[in-house]
């Protein structure tokens, strides 16, 4: 469940649909969260052009480029936070699980995309760690997913899902915050 004034999967989706991008809600989070974490800024730049979604959407609304505005502090913030409140943004709960692991694909092939476009590839300033979870995330961007007993499946996605919530606050950690060393193992 989501707090109020927090930007949800839906609304994004809306957002995406009405801007005519060609992202799912989840690679859109995800485009964010990895170019944020990479260290990317947004200070100066709209989130579409920092993304480089821009040349292919609609001109956004005033009401659009706030939300998106919105979801870009919301995603700072959380990454940021010190009580590692950050969730990856996918769909709720109650829908197919196959819907959300598809998802979670999604966001972890945008995460690589933004962190990749805010600069943060040269590895050799990555922790070990830190070079391991990008190549885990890749790993997960590329899956296909079979699906069997639906228990385990859904503790399947939950233990996956753990992970990339933590690597990311890690490589944010790392990358976002120079100077500041990373916490060690946030696993």
Known sequence: MKAAGIVGHDEIDALIMRLQLGTEASDLHGS???YLAGGGSLRQVPVL???QLDDQAVSPAPADRALLERLARQCETELADPELGFEPLLPEDDRPL??????MV??????LGGFGLAGATAHAQLSDEAQEILRDLGMIAGSSFDFGDEDEDEDALI???EFVRMGAMLLHTECAAPGQPASGGLH
Request: hydrophobic share 50%; with cysteine.
């Open 159 to 161: 233990e996956v899902q």
């Open 32 to 34: 964010l969260c990895g």
């Open 106 to 111: 999604d966001w972890c092939r945008g995460f």
């Open 98 to 103: 196959a819907e959300r692991v598809e998802a």
């Open 49 to 51: 052009a920092a993304l």
